[in-house]
């Protein structure tokens, strides 16, 4: 915001760092928890392997809580006078 950034674009930039940590995650986790599923069917016994809807449940609330927690320091990050900002650093 010092350098001319509006605060809807200091906004987006945090938020966007977020969403691609999410997507990064889940790109890895689902892939790994539905091998684990697999495992845990072969071993144990009357375990599914898939259950679309906890799956689905489990990225959802995932991506909610993410949003939420990158969402406070956004904000916080669009509240900071410029000025400030240039005299810290």
């Not at 906004?11 to 845990?40: C, F, M, T």
């Not at 956004?74 to 900002?85: G, K, S």
């Amino acid at each position: 915001m010092a350098l001319g950034a509006e605060r809807r674009n200091v906004l987006g930039l945090v938020l966007r760092a977020a969403l691609a940590q999410l997507g990064i995650g889940l790109a890895i986790g689902i892939p790994a928890a539905l091998a684990g599923g697999r495992v845990l069917a072969g071993q144990l016994y009357g375990v599914k392997s898939y259950d679309p809807i906890v799956l689905g449940l489990a990225v959802v609330i995932l991506a909610a809580c993410a949003l939420l927690a990158a969402s406070v320091p956004a904000r916080r990050a669009t509240r900071v006078d410029p000025i400030v900002a240039l005299r810290y650093e």
